[in-house]
């Protein structure tokens, strides 16, 4: 069956503008779709990036507090803590620190080899450091001799 006039005003008939109305919302729905799964991606970078920050600050933010002090505070007495010149009380807050700040006992670590205390010889003699006999029979490590030197 041929189109007939009557067929083509009938598919004229649509309502001008219409198609386009049409096309405008599927656009709009895949539009909406398109934000939806933006929002998503989005929200789940964010996400990420929340958990990562929160991993990378308990793990290495310069101001972690841990054992009730932050590491710049640790830093601070950081030479004193090698030194043994700190209270009992501030050696005990910076044990707890350095225990669960990685980045502050490699400081100190690194502290401990580099700044070694200079501690007269005759000083070490005159205070021994340990009870164990053992113990004087190897060299004494840096700490050592900061512990010695604070008796
Ligand atoms: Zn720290």
């Known amino acids: 069956m041929k189109p007939t006039k009557n067929d083509q005003s009938e598919w004229a008939a649509c309502q001008p503008g219409e198609v386009d ?30 958990a ?9 933010r310069s101001n972690s507090e841990f054992g009730g002090m932050v590491c710049a505070e640790v830093m601070e007495v950081a030479r004193q803590y090698v030194l043994n010149d700190l209270t009992a009380e501030q050696t005990k807050q910076v044990d707890a620190h350095l ?5 502050c ?7 401990r080899q580099n700044e070694g205390p200079s501690i007269p010889e005759e000083v070490l003699r005159e205070k021994p450091t340990f009870d164990n006999p053992l113990a004087d029979q190897r060299p004494l490590e840096p700490f050592e001799i900061a512990l010695a030197a604070s008796y």
């Open 21 to 50: 109305q049409l096309v405008n919302r599927m656009r709009s729905t895949s539009r909406r779709q398109q934000v939806r799964e933006l929002a998503i991606i989005t929200t789940a970078s964010l996400l990420f990036v929340a």
């Open 52 to 60: 990562g920050l929160t991993w990378y600050g308990v793990g290495s």
């Open 99 to 103: 225990a669960h700040c990685k980045d």
């Open 105 to 111: 006992a490699t400081k100190i670590e690194n502290m």
